[in-house]
């Protein structure tokens, strides 16, 4: 079954210029996307909400949205 989902016209075009070659599907490049996001590790299977923590906390070191370890440990002590 084939479904659309609406997108702004520019993350299609952001989408566009990750395709390896113009007849490279949308459904084949967000499943490779979607490939880069783990599964597990050696012990075992994430769980959904922790593979959702884990590309959270990747958008936020991203963004700049960290707290060194000498700031956390001064925060924590006062």
Avoid at 23 to 37: A, H
Avoid at 46 to 63: E, Q
Wanted: charged share 30%; glycine share 6%.
């Amino acid at each position: 079954m084939i479904t659309t989902i609406q997108l702004a016209p520019e993350t299609r075009e952001r989408l566009a210029q990750l395709k390896q070659s113009p007849r490279e599907t949308y459904d084949e490049l967000l499943n490779k996307l979607l490939d880069l996001v783990p599964t597990g590790d050696d012990e075992g299977t994430y769980r959904a909400a922790f593979r959702v923590g884990l590309l959270n906390a990747r958008l936020d070191i991203r963004a700049g949205r960290t707290v060194g370890h000498e700031e956390l440990k001064r925060r924590l002590s006062l």
